[in-house]
């Protein structure tokens, strides 16, 4: 794994974790609206696709493990936000903690920087370089 792959991590687990929220969501509607169809099973008329609390047992576990991870994804943070604070040239850390950290697009790097994207670009690729060597990961 080489500096960019490690701190795009951060990028990855913030889509996974989304990606889970939405999912939440999902079963959030699901509990608030579970349905019962009636049947003609020879019973009692009425057969449950799906209890209410089984659909709330399931979304509260769920919910602790989003918890977990975004717990996880944030001590990363501050972990790499720490690494990064490690660089000596200002100018670097800053490009590095937008893109990585914040996760700024170029656009608004060059804007919060006060340079060209191009330069943006080239700090970016020099930051990554001395990242590696000054936090001397094990990639």
């Known amino acids: 794994m ?42 009692n008329g009425i057969h449950k696709k799906d209890t209410m609390e089984d659909t709330i047992i399931d979304y509260l576990i769920f919910e602790q493990e989003i918890e977990r991870e975004m717990d996880s994804l944030g001590e990363f943070k501050l972990q790499v936000s720490e690494e990064i604070d490690k660089l000596d040239k200002t100018e670097e850390a800053m490009v590095l903690f937008y893109r990585y950290v914040e996760l700024l697009d170029w656009k608004q790097i060059a804007r919060e920087v006060g340079c060209s994207i191009r330069t943006c670009h080239e700090i970016n690729n020099r930051g990554l370089e001395n990242f590696k060597q000054t936090v001397s990961l094990h990639i």
């Open 2 to 43: 080489n500096a960019k792959e490690y701190l795009s991590e951060i990028k990855y687990r913030n889509k996974a974790l989304k990606e889970k929220m939405e999912k939440l969501e999902y079963l959030k509607a699901k509990a608030l609206k579970t349905t019962v169809s009636l049947d003609n099973d020879g019973g």
